[in-house]
């Protein structure tokens, strides 16, 4: 953070929409504005001015007059201090993000992604000042990209690495969230999927901050292997794409290939994987090595165990089953070590000290809710008082 | 399990651990194909097995078929204008026929011959032909009238023959499955063949194909540990290696169980 902080928590409460708008940021009103999926021109009818006026307060060249500023708030659904410049504050472009669905997503949808892991930035930020994270242990991460030339360039190679790296050896990797927390990547649960205009986000990642963040919506598909999949692709951007522009579909396959010899290692599978269509046998090793049964047809058709016919036909019984519902989703919430929980952990830590949801609030100038929501992954639909 | 049910090597290299399901279906199949067929007769009024014979013919692939669609992957096959449906799993069709009076013994079926079922006899041996078959003449009884129509096997490539030595009387007395050829007069030369155990398939009620309590579980390792620490009064966060990517190796690492 640089300069003195003017509103400490003790000031927060008492100032002026004049003295918001003299401190006024504008990054923070686009900020705000891409979290709540507004365009210019929404915001602009909310409080009152022509849509050109709000592309000009945001890129500075003129700051809003203070009665704009409780009308911004309104809109926005953020406190009005949230305007005010001098907190800590990562940018990131939506380029610099990788977003599995990526096909279904439009930019407005992916611009309140960004700001949603620039929130997310924030938050860690502070909950940092009070406890230690474990280092990020990602061979050659240079907080922003990875050193080239540390992993191969070959997805199953990157992915073969990471696992003699992180002393996984040959085994089903038992419990994938916690292996990638516990290796200093943040990862959390977004509760985009509440929300129907960006629920088509899968999840996304970015090596582009202090720390590597994977935001994961397992609403979107609640099942335990599909979500491990998706943990494992994102982790497989991480590895192999920082640096590179996000939006390539080529990328999004390495990333699957990536997560599919991260999860199933070719080595082993060849030698486990039946020859001929089993399902008993696919449903044991489903549970076994925590992927899908669809995934391992995938994979052994990849490896050359089964023909291509076989797999389609594989594929459309798959399908059946599901219709029947002899093949049933198991829930992520059934899995605690596949839900996040470093930084619920981390507040809960510093709790201890003094510290809770409302000063971290306050010192990020949030409303509490916006905290919950990030920590538990959840909308707050705590029920609300009214008075009448 | 009583060892008649233990499925042999056949039925294992054929439908894994499907066999004993299979086993149990075929035996269900036939004696379901008989009650509709005993209908049909009991519906018709008639003293001869007429009715019966009519309708087991095409009754029995149908409950095959029913039976059967639980397996993974399995292929219908229903040609153009074919009277009944074909069941294929793992590249093997399954081609089901009644057998009775002077060729009931598995040993002297004699089966009525059609270039479509010379064919189907000779999967194996066709199977790097591309040509495809016609079905027109795969049942003797039906009428062979409008225009030729043409059908393929589907991913066959080898016959399974099962052999229904079955009754209006007696119901279902032995079921035969295996590997067969067919000679040009009709005779059929089993290359491996087993009887199925009708009574103690019957009996058996439950089948369990799948269940493995004590099967490995990829969540059954102990999760790995995140450590978290208080940070002391005064110590700043931005001292360390995520400002200061050289002072990364001072940071306090993850204890990992996996990792040890």
């Given at each position: 953070m640089s300069g003195p902080d003017p509103f400490s928590s003790t000031q927060s409460g008492g100032l002026t929409d004049r003295e918001v708008a003299q401190a006024f940021d504008p990054d923070r009103l686009r900020q705000a504005r891409q979290l709540a999926l507004k365009t210019k021109h929404d915001v602009a009818i909310d409080v009152g001015?022509?849509?050109?006026?709000?592309?000009?307060?945001?890129?500075?060249?003129?700051v809003p007059r203070a009665d704009l500023i409780s009308r911004f708030a309104e809109s926005l659904d953020v406190p009005r201090e949230f305007f005010v410049t001098g907190r800590p504050q990562a940018k990131l472009e939506s380029g610099e993000a990788f977003f599995r669905s990526l096909r279904s997503t439009t930019a407005k949808q992916r611009a309140k992604a960004t700001?949603?892991?620039?929130?997310?930035?924030?938050?860690?930020?502070?909950?940092e000042k009070h406890v230690r994270f474990p280092r990020v242990d990602l061979p050659g991460f240079l907080g922003g990209e990875i050193q080239p030339g540390t992993f191969p360039a070959n997805p199953e190679a990157a992915a073969r690495a990471l696992r003699q790296e992180w002393g996984l050896g040959d085994r089903p990797i038992g419990h994938l969230v916690r292996t990638i927390e516990s290796h200093g990547i943040v990862t959390i649960f977004a509760p985009l999927a509440k929300d129907d205009e960006v629920r088509r986000i899968d999840a996304f990642s970015t090596l582009a901050l202090s720390r590597p963040v994977i935001v994961l919506s397992p609403d979107r598909a609640d099942d335990v292997f599909r979500h491990r999949f998706t943990a494992a692709h994102e982790l497989g951007h991480l590895v192999l794409h920082g640096g590179q522009p996000a939006g390539d579909?080529?990328?999004?396959?390495?990333?699957?290939?990536?997560?599919?010899?991260?999860?199933?290692?070719?080595?082993?599978?060849?030698?486990?994987?039946?020859?001929?269509?089993?399902?008993?046998?696919?449903?044991?090793?489903?549970?076994?090595?925590?992927?899908?049964i669809k995934s391992l047809v995938y994979r052994s058709r990849e490896i050359g165990l089964l023909s291509d016919a076989t797999a389609r036909r594989a594929y459309i019984r798959i399908e059946l089953l599901i219709k029947e519902g002899e093949l049933v989703n198991r829930p992520v919430i059934q899995f605690p070590t596949e839900v996040p929980e470093m930084l619920r952990r981390a507040v809960e830590l510093a709790e201890s000290q003094g510290l809770s949801v409302t000063s971290l609030a306050r010192d990020l100038r949030w409303k509490p809710a916006q905290v919950r929501k990030l920590l538990s992954g959840e909308v707050d639909e705590r029920p609300t008082l009214r008075l009448v | 399990m009583p060892d008649s049910l233990t499925p042999s090597e056949w039925f294992a290299d054929h439908f894994g651990d499907y066999s004993l399901a299979v086993m149990k279906a075929l035996v269900a199949a036939g004696q379901d194909a008989h009650t509709r067929s005993l209908e049909a007769k009991a519906g018709s009024k008639l003293r001869t097995n007429d009715a019966y014979g009519a309708s087991f013919w095409l009754v029995l692939p149908e409950e095959i078929v029913s039976h059967l669609v639980f397996l993974p992957g399995v292929e219908i096959l229903k040609p153009r204008r074919g009277r009944y449906e074909l069941v294929v799993f793992d590249n093997a069709m399954l081609f089901p026929s009644r057998i009775g009076g002077d060729s009931a013994a598995p040993d002297s079926i004699k089966l009525r011959t059609s270039k479509v079922r010379h064919e189907m006899f000779s999967l194996e041996s066709r199977a790097t032909l591309d040509e495809p078959l016609d079905f027109e003449s795969l049942d003797y009884e039906e009428e062979a009238v409008g225009p030729r129509y043409v059908a393929d096997f589907g991913s066959a490539t080898s016959l399974i023959f099962a052999a229904y030595d079955c009754s209006a009387r007696g119901g279902p007395q032995h079921v035969y499955v295996g590997d067969?050829?067919?000679?040009?007069?009709?005779?059929?030369?089993?290359?491996?063949?087993?009887?199925?155990?009708?009574?103690?398939?019957?009996?058996?009620?439950?089948?369990?194909?799948?269940?493995?309590?004590?099967?490995?579980?990829?969540?059954?390792?102990?999760?790995?540990?995140?450590?978290?620490?208080?940070?002391?009064?005064?110590?700043?966060?931005?001292?360390?290696?995520?400002?200061?990517?050289?002072?990364?190796?001072?940071?306090t690492g993850t204890e990992n169980d996996e990792r040890t």
């Open positions: 001015v022509s849509p050109a006026a709000i592309g000009q307060y945001e890129s500075g060249v003129t700001a949603f892991t620039e929130q997310l930035w924030e938050l860690v930020h502070a909950i579909i080529a990328l999004e396959r390495e990333a699957d290939r990536f997560a599919a010899e991260f999860l199933t290692p070719k080595a082993v599978m060849a030698n486990v994987l039946p020859r001929r269509l089993d399902f008993g046998r696919l449903g044991r090793l489903s549970a076994e090595w925590g992927v899908s | 067969a050829t067919l000679q040009e007069d009709g005779t059929v030369i089993w290359l491996y063949r087993e009887e199925l155990p009708l009574r103690a398939l019957e009996d058996a009620t439950t089948l369990t194909l799948v269940t493995d309590d004590l099967a490995p579980r990829f969540d059954d390792s102990a999760p790995p540990t995140t450590t978290l620490e208080i940070r002391n009064p005064g110590e700043n966060a931005e001292d360390e290696e995520l400002a200061d990517p050289a002072a990364k190796d001072e940071g």
